[in-house]
């Protein structure tokens, strides 16, 4: 498998993910770094479950970034929402968090 780097202007998050997705084959899965230990049946429901060009993985109503790009349609979107917790590392209280949860 080749992997490809990809530098986007950095003009912030959503530009960012918009210009990546919009240069690589899709389907894609985009899995932003601050958010590890992501389960693998919160991935098989985001996969199952997406029906719109576009669609965002939620967990307890929280957006985290993790997102399945059939198509770059951008009102044709829709949000997934997984019962379990997933910690988007941002604070100390989060990486200490996470931390907890590491086998």
Same mark, same amino acid.
Request: aromatic share 8%; net charge negative; proline share 6%.
């Given at each position: 498998?080749?992997?490809?780097?990809?530098?986007?202007?950095?003009?912030?998050?959503? *530009?960012? =993910?918009?210009?990546? =997705?919009?240069? =690589?084959?899709?389907?894609?899965?985009?899995?932003?770094? @601050? *958010?590890?230990?992501?389960?693998?049946?919160?991935? $098989?429901?985001?996969?199952?479950?997406?029906?719109?060009?576009?669609?965002?993985?939620?967990?307890?109503?929280?957006?985290?970034?993790?997102?399945?790009?059939?198509?770059?349609?951008? @009102? $044709?979107?829709?949000?997934?929402?997984?019962?379990?917790?997933?910690? #988007?590392? #941002?604070?100390?209280?989060?990486?200490?968090?996470? $931390?907890? $949860?590491?086998?």
């Amino acid at each position: 498998m080749d992997a490809k780097i990809l530098y986007t202007s950095g003009y912030g998050y959503e *530009v960012d =993910v918009l210009e990546a =997705v919009s240069r =690589v084959e899709r389907p894609t899965i985009v899995f932003p770094s @601050d *958010v590890p230990l992501i389960p693998k049946d919160a991935i $098989n429901l985001l996969i199952s479950e997406c029906r719109s060009s576009i669609c965002s993985l939620l967990s307890r109503s929280e957006f985290i970034g993790v997102s399945i790009w059939k198509g770059l349609t951008l @009102d $044709n979107y829709q949000s997934v929402t997984y019962p379990g917790l997933i910690i #988007n590392v #941002n604070t100390k209280e989060d990486y200490e968090k996470i $931390n907890k $949860n590491c086998p």
